[in-house]
């Protein structure tokens, strides 16, 4: 089978289009046949082994795993031994960090994948496993988001951001939303209800008093977060400084802010697929790419300025 290897840390051009044999069914996995994946951050940041901290799991001075990608939706072909919830030929979506997805096959555990729901496309499916439940376990898990709420979400038009505005929505919360003019419409047009243009009002002077404080972009400081909201949660950075001084003085405060990585799970994959087929959740796809120009997809998101997301074909 076609998969893309890595055997340095690199950028997008240590990517190669190799056959590999397809990966080994075990106990609890499922063998999927790819259709559509979806590119992230995670697998730019993984590509080139940073931060450098991380090289600790992925292989300090090469990658353990060669295979890159996470995110992906196609079709059960085969069920490894005690796999309950999936059967062969059922149109699966998921993510799994370990790396695979960006093959013509991969292997999952069935605990990290969810059922397609009825009318989305692989495209749209494969757009929202590792953004999609990032915003969802921000918002309910750690941001305890009740209906009636106010919320302030940072990066509102990125991957993360996009899903955050609409699942925020669907529970019943107001939202005020920050990005750049040029994509004000775009996340009115999801359901925001107030918009902030940060290249035209600095986000660091504004004042309010939101219920929850969620920042997808990452540059939000611990000032802010205290200033603006009740409680926070933050799921990036955009620096590795900017990163401690934040956790650092969360140490030092009782401010209630989370930071977290999403982890995932039948339920919540159920969750967002429930939001999709009910119309309150849909994926905004940017650009779709061949598979054959995956690294050309990461170079493109690794600019931070995607609306929505950016997905890769493999039919």
């Known amino acids: 089978m076609k998969a893309y290897t890595k055997h ?11 056959e590999v044999e397809k990966p080994t069914l075990n106990e609890g996995l499922l063998l999927i046949k790819i259709k559509a994946n979806s590119v992230n951050p995670a697998d730019w940041h993984i590509l080139r082994g940073r931060p450098l901290f991380a090289r600790l799991s992925f292989g300090l001075f090469k990658p353990k795993d060669k295979k890159l990608g996470a995110d992906f939706a196609g079709i059960v072909e085969e069920v490894g031994q005690g796999v309950s919830k999936f059967k062969v030929g059922d149109q699966v979506y998921g993510e799994t960090l370990k790396g695979g997805a960006f093959a013509e096959y991969t292997c999952a555990a069935e605990s990290v994948c969810g059922l397609m729901p009825e009318g989305a496309t692989y ?6 496993p590792i953004a999609g439940l990032t915003a969802l376990q921000a918002l309910l898990t750690h941001g305890k988001l009740k209906k009636g709420e106010s919320v302030l979400i940072n990066g509102s038009s990125g991957g993360v951001g996009h899903f955050s505005v609409q699942i925020a929505k ?3 919360a107001h939202v005020t939303a920050v990005c750049s003019s040029r994509n004000i419409e775009f996340v009115k047009s999801i359901g925001a209800d107030k918009v902030i243009a940060y290249d035209q009002e600095n986000i660091h002077d504004y004042n309010g008093e939101f219920d929850l404080v969620l920042d997808t972009n990452g540059n939000l400081n611990f000032a802010d977060f205290k200033r603006l909201g009740k409680r926070g949660v933050v799921v990036g950075f955009t620096t590795m400084g900017h990163m401690m ?4 003085k969360k140490v030092f405060s009782k401010y209630p802010l989370s930071q977290f990585t999403a982890e995932a799970n039948n339920e919540d994959l159920t969750i967002l697929a429930n939001l999709i087929k009910e119309g309150k959740v849909k994926p905004h796809i940017e650009t779709t790419y061949s598979y054959s120009k995956i690294p050309e997809a990461i170079e493109y998101i690794e600019s931070m300025r995607t609306r929505g997301k950016v997905a890769i074909s493999w039919e």
Not at 123 to 128: K, N, P, T
Not at 245 to 248: A, M
């Open 123 to 128: 495209s749209e499916m494969a757009c929202v």
């Open 245 to 248: 001084s934040v956790l650092i």
């Open 8 to 18: 340095i840390y690199g950028g997008p051009e240590v990517l190669s289009l190799e």
């Open 170 to 172: 669907a529970y019943g």
